[in-house]
C-alpha cells in the first residue's frame, strides 16, 4: 500500500530522518486533534489478495510511539446530505453556466468570431435551402471542425471559441432556413388558390 494525498488532507507528516523512502513515505493526514486519518492506494496485486483472501494486515513498528489505529475500507467522512450535495451541485452549476456565458458573451464582440458566426450561419442557410436543413446544420459544424484542423497543422491559431461561433452561426441559418422553407410553402399555396 501506498500512503496518497487527499482534498481533506490538512498536514503531511514526514519521514523519520533514518528510515528511507522505501520504508516509509511522506503521510498526508486529516487531523481534528482527536484522531488522525490517512489514505492509501493498493497495488493492483494488493487489490486481488484483498479480494480474494478479504484480508487487510496492519503493522505497526515497535518502539515508535503510536495512537489507537484504525484501518476501514469505506471513507471515514461524513457525506452532507443529499440536499446540501445537490444545493451545492446547482450552485456550482450555476457560476459554471454564467461563466461560460460571460466568456461567450466577451468573445462575441470581437470581429473574428462574429466574422466565423456569420460564415456559420451562410453555409447552413445555403445548403439548408437549396438540399436539406440538417445539412446545412451538418454542413456548418463540419466546416467548424475542419477550419480548427487545419489550423492545428501550423495554418494559424485554434481557438474553440472560433468553432463555438461557426457552430452556432450554424445553428442559427439552420433555423433561418426552416423558416424560409415554411414562408415558401406557406406562400405557394397561397399564390395557386388566387389564380383559381
Do not use: Y
Not at 118 to 139: K, S
Request: with cysteine; hydrophobic share 45%.
Amino acid at each position: 500500500m501506498k500512503p496518497i494525498d487527499f482534498p481533506q488532507s490538512t498536514k503531511v507528516l514526514q519521514r523519520p530522518s533514518t528510515m528511507t523512502e522505501k520504508e516509509c513515505q511522506s503521510l498526508p493526514v486529516w487531523n481534528d486533534g482527536k484522531q488522525c486519518v490517512s489514505c492509501w492506494k493498493l497495488s493492483f496485486k494488493e487489490r486481488m489478495k484483498v479480494l480474494f483472501h478479504g484480508k487487510v494486515w496492519l503493522g505497526v513498528l515497535s518502539g515508535k510511539s503510536q495512537p489507537p489505529v484504525f484501518l476501514s475500507g469505506e471513507s471515514v467522512f461524513m457525506k452532507a446530505p443529499i440536499k446540501e450535495r445537490f444545493r451545492a451541485f446547482v450552485s456550482e452549476a450555476k457560476e459554471s453556466i454564467i461563466g461560460a456565458f460571460e466568456s461567450v458573451r466577451e468573445a462575441a464582440k470581437q470581429p473574428d468570431k462574429r466574422k466565423h458566426f456569420i460564415v456559420g450561419a451562410l453555409i447552413a442557410f445555403v445548403l439548408g435551402i437549396l438540399i436539406a436543413p440538417w445539412v446545412g446544420f451538418i454542413a456548418g459544424c463540419l466546416a467548424a471542425i475542419l477550419k480548427e484542423w487545419w489550423d492545428s497543422k501550423g495554418h494559424g491559431t485554434v481557438e474553440v471559441m472560433d468553432a463555438l461561433f461557426t457552430i452556432l452561426g450554424s445553428a442559427f441559418g439552420t433555423l433561418f432556413a426552416v423558416f424560409v422553407i415554411w414562408l415558401f410553402h406557406l406562400i405557394i399555396p397561397w399564390c395557386h388558390g388566387k389564380d383559381d
